[in-house]
């Protein structure tokens, strides 16, 4: 079956410290791999993805692993900001159509002064 | 820039209600549109996508409808709500070949 699994559910840091959040996928065949930041009450957005052959994508403070023999990738803040308050999705994309997303449901991050 | 509108932005409706949510993109043409229903708590669930006018594909059973009336406009209607179709509805267009997604600012919708 083909899922998405995300950890921590929810963290707290405080403002200016570092936090990776965890996400193992059993999804074939795979596609690519997306982290989605969703600020609350809005639509997300993206802000890497990463194909079978990429090992990291960086975004700012952000930067994403993926590991395709795990099945597993993280993401990586750096430099916590408030602003980082947000829920972070990971999407993993199978098969060729469009409609193949598997989305976790997410870890929801807040940031503390 | 590619740009995803949708309306309203809150609702609350009795149960039996009907329901329609508008989805209207523009800064392209021809989009693949998407559908999803955030429920509290869970993650993303796929409901329709449309690769153009008239051609709706439906991920899930359940008592939601999708329409294509025009290139950039995607809708989303129910006859009679249940009290299980509340939750987040967000619209979404592709972006790009690799099949990054760019998302409406959502509808959050209550059913009492």
């Known amino acids: 079956k083909n899922q998405v699994e995300q950890s921590p559910q929810s963290l707290i840091i405080l403002e200016g410290k570092n936090c990776t959040l965890q996400c193992n996928y059993t999804v074939s065949p795979f596609s690519n791999l997306r982290w989605y930041k969703q600020d609350t009450g809005r639509g997300p957005v993206s802000l890497t993805i990463m194909t079978f052959s990429e090992n990291t994508k960086s975004n700012g403070r952000y930067t994403a692993t993926l590991d395709a023999d795990t099945k597993q990738s993280s993401l990586h803040i750096t430099a916590s900001q408030l602003s980082d308050s947000a829920s972070y999705i990971c999407v993993v994309s199978y098969g060729g159509s469009q409609g193949n997303l598997i989305f976790g449901k997410g870890t929801k991050l807040s940031v503390k002064p | 820039s590619q740009t995803i509108h949708q309306w309203p932005a809150t609702l609350v409706q009795p149960v039996g209600s009907p329901l329609s949510l508008e989805c209207t993109v523009e800064?392209?043409?021809?989009?693949?549109l998407y559908w999803y229903r955030q429920a509290a708590g869970r993650g993303l669930q796929l409901l329709f996508y449309?690769?153009?006018?008239?051609?709706i594909s439906s991920e899930v059973p359940q008592n939601l409808s999708a329409s294509r009336p025009q290139d950039r406009q995607f809708i989303l209607s129910s006859k009679k709500l249940l009290l299980s179709d509340s939750g987040f509805y967000l619209c979404?267009?592709?972006?790009?070949?690799?099949?990054?997604?760019?998302f409406g600012p959502g509808t959050r919708l209550l059913v009492l």
């Open positions: 979404a267009g592709l972006r790009d070949r690799q099949g990054t997604q760019y």
């Open positions: 449309s690769v153009g006018i008239g051609q």
């Open positions: 800064g392209t043409s021809n989009p693949n």
